[in-house]
């Protein structure tokens, strides 16, 4: 409902088309997941619009490298990263929470 308000009061069709991007990326977020072999170190939100940005992961990664400085250096192996769809969406039939009958 606001986003629709606001696409009417303003002008121009590339503010309305700006509008509804914007309004979509934010409401289909991605979440960029640490790990350290196994273990899930921590999971950071993202705008799935903003992904394809240079830039934009790396940010986050450096960002958590340094949060995570001391954990970083007792380990060997390096931290590896992942671009997740928290909720998923299965096509009919393919749900891996469906019982089979």
């Known amino acids: ?3 629709l308000q606001l696409a009417v009061d303003l002008s121009g069709t590339s503010a309305i088309i700006d509008l509804i991007r ?3 990326c934010k409401s289909t977020p991605m979440n960029l997941m640490m790990y350290v072999g196994n273990d899930l170190i921590e999971s950071i939100p993202l705008e799935k619009g903003r992904i394809s940005k240079p830039g934009y992961l790396g940010h986050f990664k450096r960002v958590l490298k340094e949060k995570h400085r001391d954990l ?5 192996d390096p931290p590896e ?3 997740i769809d928290p ?3 299965f096509q009919e039939g393919l749900s891996p ?5």
């Open 97 to 101: 929470y469906k019982q089979a009958s």
């Open 22 to 24: 914007s309004y979509t």
């Open 72 to 76: 970083l250096s007792q380990i060997s």
């Open 87 to 89: 909720n998923p969406r």
């Open 81 to 83: 990263f992942l671009v």
């Open 1 to 3: 409902m606001y986003a």
